[in-house]
């Protein structure tokens, strides 16, 4: 038997990574997946443990706990299996990769840490365990700020090193625009552009995604919530769609971003049916060209003056405060510009509560330097498209109200944010 072993350790592990594709594709509970993992015990199960060799003996713990531990109701027993393999062969990498996973998805992120470690220890360089490690990193409790930015920080550069481990893997792409969305969220100077790179490792990602035919529903997620954060909600509605489809789950973000653009066209339309007299007042009041209020100076205009580079301020007024989820760090209004141009300005990392109390629709006055713009296109329930512009400020501040000399810094916040265990632990 023992002659037979290596063969069937072979077969094994070729099983063992057809049912890890069915799991993750979210088939658990279906025939094909149950099957799979029956045939596979049903492989091991023909292995006299008196006849397999030490190492032998530690890849078959490492085989048939992974099996175990890909299922809920098995998950202790899989890991008490791995712990074994480990024990047995303190050099298998994949042993180490696999009760660190699970030690990871009961939430002992230490015990995982510490497994992870122990996968890229010496010269070793691991790319499953590099992005593990950069998972468990942005979600290790810090008692200090600065203890969570370094956590961030660090978390990118083991990305950054999976992926140079293999340039053509699609996980180590997604983990890569997962690392770089959250290490902006904690590092605020760098969120704009962190968000530019979370988005182009992104694409990279659904590029090789493609090419090999999966459908990875975490690199949807993941890339809808940098998409839904930032404002961009036909393209975030377009990600977490991906996700149902390739998982049937219902998500809440689905409804909750078509709540807000149904509450956003409302606006819109409430506007549009103020009393002209009205309109023309909130219009006149607000300036345009050289602004001056006492040592402050500024070009001001609206949308038409800032693209066309004749003013470097952009000044609106408040129309209505949009609702904002509970625990966001953004708060977003519809503002109109003196040419009668509506659109949706966004706040980022503000103190969300304090800031919008001072908002008052038809009245506040916000002067908006460095504004960031975007167009957002959304397809609504009923078949229509809804169009409008959207202006970021990417810090509060940018951001003054009804005079330039004050700022609305002291309301600065930062997210209390990461991303790798949106759908699944990837």
Same mark, same amino acid.
């Given at each position: 038997m023992g002659d037979e072993a290596p063969d069937v350790l072979r077969d094994a592990v070729e099983k063992l990574g057809a049912l890890k594709t069915l799991v993750d594709a979210?088939?658990?509970?279906?025939?094909?997946?149950?099957?799979?993992? +029956? &045939?596979?015990?049903?492989?091991?199960?023909?292995?006299?443990?008196?006849?397999?060799?030490?190492?032998?003996?530690?890849?078959?713990?490492?085989?048939?706990?992974?099996?175990? $531990? #890909?299922?809920p109701e098995t998950a202790k027993q899989g890991e008490e299996l791995l712990a074994k393999a480990v024990k047995l062969a303190p050099k298998n990498i994949n042993a180490w990769n696999g009760l660190g996973e699970l030690q990871f998805a009961r939430?002992?992120?230490?015990?995982?840490?510490?497994?992870?470690?122990?996968?890229?220890? $010496?010269?070793?360089?691991?790319?499953?365990?590099?992005?593990?490690?950069?998972?468990?990193?942005?979600?290790?409790?810090?008692?200090?700020?600065?203890?969570?930015?370094?956590?961030? #920080?660090?978390?990118?550069?083991k990305a950054k090193a999976a992926l140079k481990c293999n340039m053509q893997d699609p996980y180590?792409?997604?983990?890569?625009?997962?690392?770089?969305?959250?290490?902006?969220?904690?590092?605020?100077?760098?969120?704009?552009?962190?968000?530019?790179?979370?988005?182009?490792?992104?694409?990279?990602?659904?590029?090789?995604?493609?090419?090999?035919?999966v459908a990875d529903a975490d690199l949807h997620f993941n890339r809808g919530t940098l998409r839904a954060f930032w404002g961009e909600y036909g393209l975030a509605?377009?990600?977490?769609?991906?996700?149902?489809?390739?998982?049937?789950?219902?998500?809440?973000?689905?409804?909750?971003?078509?709540?807000?653009?149904?509450?956003?066209?409302?606006?819109?339309?409430?506007? $549009?049916?103020?009393?002209?007299?009205?309109?023309?007042?909130?219009?006149?009041?607000?300036?345009?060209?050289?602004?001056?209020?006492?040592? &402050?100076m500024a070009k001001v205009g609206g949308l038409a003056s800032l693209r066309g580079g004749a003013a470097d301020c952009l000044v609106c007024r408040c129309v209505e405060v949009l609702p904002i989820p509970e625990g966001q760090t953004s708060t977003s209004a519809l503002c109109v510009d003196r040419d009668g141009s509506l659109f949706v300005l966004s706040v980022f990392f503000c103190?969300?509560?304090?800031?919008?109390?001072?908002?008052?629709?038809?009245?506040?006055?916000?002067?908006?330097?460095?504004?960031?713009?975007?167009?957002?296109?959304?397809?609504?329930? +009923?078949?229509?498209?809804?169009e409008y512009a959207g202006v970021r400020a990417l810090h509060p501040a940018l951001v003054s109200l009804n005079q330039l000399g004050s700022h609305l810094g002291s309301h600065a916040a930062s997210a209390d944010f990461s991303t790798g265990q949106a759908v699944s632990a990837s």
């Open positions: 979210f088939v658990r509970d279906e025939p094909a997946c149950l099957k799979a993992r +029956d &045939q596979l015990l049903h492989s091991l199960d023909g292995l006299s443990e008196a006849d397999i060799r030490r190492p032998q003996k530690a890849e078959v713990a490492r085989i048939r706990g992974e099996c175990l $531990g #890909a299922f939430g002992d992120l230490e015990a995982a840490q510490t497994c992870f470690e122990r996968a890229i220890v $010496g010269e070793a360089t691991d790319c499953v365990a590099l992005r593990r490690l950069s998972m468990v990193l942005r979600r290790l409790p810090a008692s200090k700020p600065e203890d969570k930015v370094a956590n961030f #920080a660090l978390a990118l550069e180590s792409w997604s983990v890569l625009g997962n690392a770089y969305f959250a290490e902006g969220m904690v590092n605020t100077a760098s969120a704009a552009s962190h968000k530019q790179r979370a988005t182009q490792a992104y694409a990279q990602a659904e590029t090789l995604f493609q090419k090999a035919s509605l377009d990600d977490f769609n991906a996700v149902v489809a390739a998982t049937g789950m219902q998500l809440p973000q689905v409804p909750a971003i078509r709540s807000r653009i149904d509450k956003t066209k409302a606006a819109i339309d409430c506007f $549009g049916k103020v009393k002209p007299k009205k309109v023309s007042e909130t219009l006149a009041g607000i300036p345009d060209g050289e602004f001056s209020q006492g040592a &402050q103190d969300v509560k304090n800031l919008t109390k001072q908002l008052s629709p038809l009245k506040t006055l916000l002067f908006v330097r460095k504004p960031d713009f975007h167009c957002v296109s959304v397809q609504l329930s +009923d078949g229509s498209v809804l």
